[in-house]
């Protein structure tokens, strides 16, 4: 398991169960998760989810695709305590989505 903090210095876990359910469901982030807790603990910007999610997005001009933005999906459950959901690359960011933060 490893452990990141938050732009709100909640501790985040990305848990094993976790890493595994991401790279079978997204392939091609199988050598991504050092970028993962990077985009979580130094995001370009914050989007809300749904269902109280937050995605960390960061831009990469080098991806195992091409440039992306990396958007990791993860729930602050305590003010000490959360955990990642998913992660993925995108091309392009929504703008359907709020955002919280923007560095």
């Not at 848990?15 to 991504?32: D, G, K, L, N, Y």
């Amino acid at each position: 398991m490893k452990i990141v903090r938050s732009h709100n210095r909640v501790s985040i876990r990305l848990t094993e169960e976790r890493w595994q359910h991401i790279v079978r469901r997204h392939p091609e982030m199988a050598t991504s998760q050092e970028s993962i807790l990077e985009t979580i603990s130094q995001p370009a910007q914050i989007q809300e989810g749904d269902y109280g999610t937050l995605m960390a997005i960061r831009f990469y001009a080098k991806t195992p695709l091409t440039s992306k933005y990396l958007i990791a999906v993860y729930r602050e459950v305590q003010p000490d305590d959360g955990f990642v959901l998913t992660a993925y690359w995108a091309s392009r960011l929504s703008n359907r989505r709020n955002v919280l933060w923007k560095s």
